[in-house]
């Protein structure tokens, strides 16, 4: 039987990753459409049909003041029970057994994580240590790449997000309200208008950057099944 190449090998741990992902990116797929639901379809269909119930005469119009208390309903009640199911629920056992041995569980489950897709990707991927060593600093690499590239788009997307704001200024006549600020240095112009799009474009590249840094993330613990598997594969070479 014809050895599989390191390309073909690499091939066949990416595919393992990707799929992976995807089922974990089910998971949050369907935790979106939750969200969705909860916070925008039931406060629509609610809010319609007390909008309804209203015109039909079947209940007062004074009830059309409560509209604003049926939109926020929804996303409210959807809220607390997230926070309470995933949050609330573990600080009287934070307190009961202390931060330190919260994190500790918390490691042990990350542990668990890694044992079971190393085992996956054993079974997956079957190759040599030397092999597994090479795939891991490949990936590596990839992630150290992907990690530059989140960077330069971060600084690409806030230039250009800065020129279409001054364009769209440009273009529309906007004028900005100036106000005088007081600094040691005296009084210094200041405009509310350009104050607030520097706020909006923080933000955005704030959001911009986190987001590829959690993908990053999210690959570099795949890294650290590699490595495992690695030293494991090894390790067992030397006692036999």
């Known amino acids: 039987m014809r050895s599989r190449t390191h390309l073909e090998l690499y091939r066949a741990f990416t595919d393992f990753i990707s799929g992976e ?33 209203t015109a039909l005469r079947v209940l007062p119009i004074s009830a059309r003041a409560y509209m604003d208390w ?3 309903l929804f996303p409210i009640v959807y809220s ?37 897709v190393t085992l996956a990707m054993s079974r997956s991927v079957s190759s040599e240590p030397a092999d597994w060593n090479w795939m891991a600093q490949n990936f590596r690499t990839d992630l150290r790449r992907l990690r530059e590239r989140n960077a330069y788009l971060t600084v690409l997307a806030g230039a ?28 210094v112009e200041s405009s509310s208008t350009d104050l607030s799009q520097f706020v909006v474009l923080a933000l955005f590249l704030i959001m911009f950057y986190l987001s590829g ?28």
């Open 21 to 53: 992902v995807k089922r974990d990116r089910h998971k949050a797929n369907r935790r979106m459409l939750n969200v969705f639901l909860w916070c925008f379809i039931f406060p629509a269909i609610a809010v319609t049909g007390l909008y309804l119930l």
């Open 80 to 116: 607390v029970y997230v926070l309470s199911s995933e949050v609330l629920v573990q600080i009287p056992r934070a307190f009961s057994r202390g931060g330190v041995v919260t994190m500790l569980d918390e490691s042990f489950k990350q542990a668990e994580w890694r044992e079971s």
């Open 70 to 72: 049926t939109l926020l």
């Open 160 to 187: 250009v997000l800065f020129l279409l704001l001054q364009g769209i200024d440009l273009l529309t006549g906007t004028e900005a309200r100036v106000t005088w600020v007081r600094s040691p240095m005296g009084w």
């Open 213 to 240: 840094s959690q993908l990053h993330q999210t690959l570099a613990r795949y890294l650290d099944c590699a490595e495992l598997l690695a030293l494991d594969r090894s390790n067992r070479e030397r006692s036999e």
